[in-house]
């Protein structure tokens, strides 16, 4: 495997078709991270990549010294994303994301009003709690990346999971929900 | 399978999207179709005549200018001629 850094030089000094080692190498975190902010598909496909064509546009900016590559592709992602959410319309039942079916039915119903509270309470976290779970939770960053791509301090970082989880918690009483 | 359970296969699903093999082939589409505009000159003199010259009176203007220009050779070329004899006599 290429070091990163070498396949951005690559690809600074012309070798375009480069980059694409390094979409194959992130599209998942980032289609991921997307489509964790919205729940339509195809829009949040069409972000991801328009996230790899600021990526690609603004390449020669990235100083390996001040972060690591995934730091700084996340940031991207995250200042698309919210810039996408601040002219989103309301979320409707039919953009809600698909799941695929288990084979116990009731289990799967269970399970279904579980994850469907889960997605709507997440939808509804304030921005800035909401990326941070997103980035802790389903990205698996550490409180000192989520640090640098949000520009806060790590306790602030903390805080803020913490406050996330404890609204979650909160919305799923009522489905007696304990998450950790 | 109790509630950390359901909410830890939640995590998962969130995690990991459904793959989709043409994601790389579409970015660099984009990425290919953005250097290719990059390198499209600001003014393009072949449009710019094609749609001059699908014009109505493309073609009056054009006689009608080049026999102004060349009017306007022939006066500098006689002030010219009519100065330079003006400052031998």
């Known amino acids: ?180 | 399978m109790n509630r950390q359970q359901i909410y830890d296969k939640w995590k998962q699903m969130r995690s990991s999207p459904p793959a989709d093999p043409d994601f790389a082939d579409n970015v660099m589409q984009k990425i290919t179709d953005f250097e290719a505009k990059k390198r499209t000159p600001l003014i393009n003199f072949d449009d710019l005549m094609e749609k001059f010259t699908a014009l109505r009176f493309a073609k009056p203007t054009i006689v009608v200018s080049g026999v102004i220009i060349g009017l306007i050779r022939g006066l500098i070329i006689l002030y010219t001629l009519f100065m330079q004899t003006a400052c031998v006599s």
Not at chain 1, 3 to 16: A, H, P, R, S
Not at chain 1, 117 to 136: H, M, S, V
């Open chain 1, 1 to 180: 495997m290429c070091d990163e850094n070498e396949i951005i030089q690559l690809v600074l000094t012309g070798y375009t078709d480069r980059f694409r080692l390094i979409v194959e190498r992130y599209q998942n975190p980032v289609r991921s991270m997307v489509r964790n902010f919205f729940s339509n598909g195809n829009l949040s496909e069409d972000i991801a990549q328009e996230v790899f064509l600021a990526a690609y546009k603004n390449l020669s900016s990235f100083d390996q010294s001040r972060c690591t590559f995934s730091t700084w592709l996340f940031t991207i992602t995250k200042y698309k994303c919210i810039n996408v959410l601040r002219k989103k319309k309301p979320i409707t039942a039919e953009s809600l994301p698909e799941r695929a079916a288990t084979p116990n039915p009731t289990e799967n119903l269970e399970n279904e009003e579980f994850h469907a509270r889960l997605d709507t309470e997440l939808d509804n976290l304030p921005i800035k709690y909401k990326t941070i779970f997103i980035l802790a939770e389903f990205q698996n960053q550490t409180y000192q990346q989520i640090a640098q791509i949000e520009a806060i301090k790590i306790g602030t970082v903390r805080s803020r999971l913490h406050r996330a989880k404890q609204m979650l918690a909160h919305a799923l009483k009522d489905l007696q929900g304990d998450i950790r």
